[in-house]
């Protein structure tokens, strides 16, 4: 329907434009019922709807709607498979036109920078890439529906931890690498109608209230047309915020900030226009939903075969020694622990699903004549019962398999807090460690929103990650076990072996100021560049079959701007089983231009494969998958040269290589002065001539290397070491020339 905003928005009084501005309680916008304005109704729902009707609360202690809880990102995530995401996000968003909401609270892309965030388990990834091509596949399937989404949280919102007044300290090029891509993705390629922004500080200032973030770079830059809302009691000072491009504040300030804004208006602090624009922002999005709304059923049975699906795709096999796996019907197994009953399928706080059913891995087992249960110890507590365990243990003696269903209480990962440790509980490790010496063939499934340590991983047979499979993961975990799917997840973090190998250990959870002091390097990037050991690497998750990569080649040798190269490879399944092959796109630079992690994910496709089948995988590449940020001329930049693009298996297991070269054309502008170094000089061409001049010069005086017949001359890769770090100042003190000479040399080559 067309309608005349901007006309509509003059008959507003100033009050009612203000109140627009604001919630009319905890999950609705207000509405102006004279000038047919309705309220609107947003909810949580980044995997789930958390629809609440009468007492309101933002982390989850009283009850919603019955609805259904699909895979959280940490799990729908490792699917790396964005036809699957968009289809999810086409489910969610159906579900919210049933039940006549306008807006979902999601997706949450905030980067994995340490495994004791106590939210990770709703964050896809710890890699920005992957993040992004996440959500901006779950945002286009949301919006298909003329449903909202709410990306979150806007920005470097990496803890719970004094997340509400913490400063986090991040050099722009870390930002522009890590923590903004993933949101930069989903608003460039899916354009959600709204932003949530963070609670924190962005060094010293609140996210609420920056205009660099919410003005400069999310609508300058990216080209975001729709309007920021803050998260839930974000707002430090409301008309600051409305200045920077926070347009609506959650939930209702009851009317204390619409009357800040009033005042600021009346008084000439604040310009209305910058309100009129603000409303208009809001509007736009109110009747895109309210001129499609369309009034359907809730397929709640449909839905949940959905959520298993989707866990289906994603739980990832681990450990497959001497083939424990898949189970068969007729082997004997013990399925030990509380979670065989009693699954941890989500996580705690404002994302917390009130599911119309949940499915346990012992509910889906049709057949249960050839396993026992026994429950070993709790799914909720950490205690270890002697009673339990012994029962626990003797079953194992008594099958050929034994099958540890282990994982993290409620209490341990929450919305809210973080975790203190990477331990599972103490009950469940210990009792582990006796199951496998009762029997050798142990394979363990964990139910977890975040990384664990493994103290028992050397010696299990078989591990299964099902993180939290959303509320029909037990009829998934069971066709995973037995065969009747194919796994074919792969991790979308990196799981390291203990705590403080991760890189932000000695940087996290505490402090008025969280400094991101490991800049660039987290996760993968860290642990490759440290050649560290970890427990499981980025993008590693195994199969029931085997795949065979061949064939890689490129259509040029040669990338230059403006233009894009396609590499392609042939994957083939010489297994017996149908699979899917998630294949991977790692780009390393070659150049040395400046510290870069060893290789970046660029790219991924996932592939279905009959036993003997071959297909042919394609990425594209451009100038921004071979590029970083350089704050200095504040734009992606690649500098010329050779760059390798990796196929690879994980972040570890690289198949294929194929080197190509980039020619820029950007020009990088020169700062040369009396204290830069002949290395510098030399290592830029425009100046390049001039170092090399000076290094001669110096070496000749000082007999370093390049006089023939000097007979105590060092050797010439001596002399330009030495000669590399002296600063060029040193020439008008050597004799080789005056200041003013030198002085002048350099503004030359600075206009170069």
């Known amino acids: 329907m067309e309608r ?26 207000k509405g102006v019922e004279r000038l047919g304005i309705p309220s609107v109704m947003v909810s949580d ?29 940490v799990l729908s995530a490792c699917s790396f498979d964005r036809d699957l995401l968009e289809t999810l996000g086409e489910t969610v968003g159906d579900e919210a036109q049933a039940t006549d909401l306008s807006v979902v609270l999601g997706p949450a892309v905030n980067i994995k920078r340490s495994p004791l965030c106590g939210r990770n388990f709703e964050y896809y990834s710890e890699d920005p890439y992957l993040a992004g091509e996440s959500a901006a596949a779950f945002i286009k399937g949301v919006q298909s529906r003329h449903v909202g989404t709410s990306i979150k949280h806007f920005a470097a919102n990496n803890q719970e931890f004094n997340r509400m007044s913490a400063s986090s300290e991040v050099d722009e090029r870390t930002m522009r690498e890590i923590y903004l891509p993933a949101f930069e993705t989903a608003v460039k390629k899916s354009k959600p109608y709204t932003v949530m922004c963070s609670y924190n500080k962005i060094n010293g200032t609140y996210a609420s209230e920056n205009p660099w973030l919410l003005t400069k770079v999310l609508r300058n830059e990216w080209g975001f047309k729709g309007y920021v809302m803050s998260d839930w009691g974000a707002v430090n000072d409301r008309v600051e915020g409305l200045k920077a491009g926070l347009e ?35 509007l736009n999005i109110v009747f895109e939903y309210v001129d499609n709304r369309k009034e359907q059923p809730l397929t709640l049975e449909e839905d949940h075969e959905f959520a298993q699906h989707v866990a289906e795709e994603s739980i990832v096999l681990l450990k497959n020694e001497e083939k424990v796996l898949p189970l068969e019907k007729n082997e004997k197994v013990a399925f030990i622990g509380g979670f065989v009953k009693n699954p941890r399928y989500q996580g705690g706080g404002s994302s917390h699903v009130n599911s119309f059913k949940v499915t ?21 507590t950490d205690v270890y019962d002697e009673k339990l365990a012994a029962e626990a243990i003797e079953a194992a003696k008594q099958v050929d398999k034994a099958v540890v269903f282990a994982g993290l209480p409620e209490s341990f990962e929450s919305e809210g807090y973080d975790r203190k440790h990477m331990h599972l509980p103490e009950c469940q490790d210990k009792l ?16 977890n929103g975040a990384a664990v340590e493994m103290p028992w991983l050397k010696d ?46 000695l940087n996290f959870g505490d402090g008025d100021k969280v400094e991101y002091s490991e800049g660039i390097f987290v996760g993968y990037r860290y642990y490759d560049k440290k050649k560290m050991e970890v427990a499981f690497p980025f993008g590693y998750g195994l199969s029931y079959t085997t795949f065979e990569y061949s064939n890689v080649k490129t259509d040029k040798d040669t990338l230059t701007e403006g233009e894009t190269l396609q590499v392609s490879v042939d994957v083939t399944n010489i297994g017996d089983k149908f699979g899917k092959e998630i294949v991977q796109l790692y780009v390393a630079d070659k150049t040395e231009a400046i510290r870069r992690p060893e290789k970046e994910l660029k790219g991924f496709e996932k592939v279905a494969l009959n036993p003997g089948e071959t297909k042919r995988v394609t990425f594209t590449v451009d100038k921004r998958s071979l590029a970083w940020y350089n704050t200095e001329i504040q734009d992606w930049y690649a500098a010329s040269g050779a760059y390798e693009l990796l196929i690879a298996a994980s972040s570890q297991d690289v198949r294929l290589t194929k080197t190509i070269q980039w020619k820029s054309t950007q020009v990088l502008p020169l700062h040369l002065h009396m204290n830069s170094t002949l290395g510098e000089l030399q290592a830029d061409e425009r100046s390049r001539d001039f170092g090399i001049e000076l290094k001669l010069k110096m070496n000749a005086l000082f007999g370093l290397g390049s006089s023939e017949d000097s007979t105590d001359a060092v050797s010439d890769e001596m002399g330009d070491a030495i000669a590399f770090s002296i600063p060029v100042r040193n020439a008008v003190g050597f004799g080789l020339c005056t200041k003013e000479e030198l002085q002048k040399k350099l503004d030359e080559l600075n206009q170069k």
């Not at 709807?49 to 919603?64: E, P």
């Not at 939930?251 to 603000?278: F, H, M, Y």
Request: hydrophobic share 40%; with cysteine; charged share 25%.
């Open 4 to 29: 005349n905003l901007k006309e509509l928005i003059s008959q507003m009084t100033l009050e009612e434009k203000a109140g627009m501005c604001s919630g009319l309680d905890f999950w609705h916008l």
């Open 45 to 73: 729902g980044p995997h789930g709807l958390r629809k609440q009707d009468d007492k309101a609360d933002h982390l989850g202690i009283n009850d919603s709607i019955k609805a259904v809880c699909f895979p959280p990102a």
């Open 248 to 282: 609506l504040e959650m939930p209702s300030s009851n009317g204390i900030n619409d009357a800040e804004i009033v005042k600021a208006v009346q008084e000439g602090t604040l310009d209305e226009a910058i309100l009129d624009r603000a409303v208009e922002r809001i």
């Open 360 to 380: 346990s891995v012992w509910d889906a087992l049709t057949e249960k004549e050839n396993v026992i249960y026994a429950e070993g110890f709790s799914s909720e």
């Open 432 to 447: 582990i460690a006796e199951i496998v010496k009762a029997q050798p063939n142990t394979i363990v499934v964990l139910h």
């Open 460 to 505: 299990v047979k078989g591990l299964v990650e099902a993180y939290l499979g959303g509320q029909a993961v037990g009829q998934a975990e069971a066709n995973i076990l037995y065969g009747n799917v194919n796994p074919s997840g792969k991790l979308a973090e990196t799981l390291p072996i203990k705590l403080e190998d991760n890189p932000s250990y």
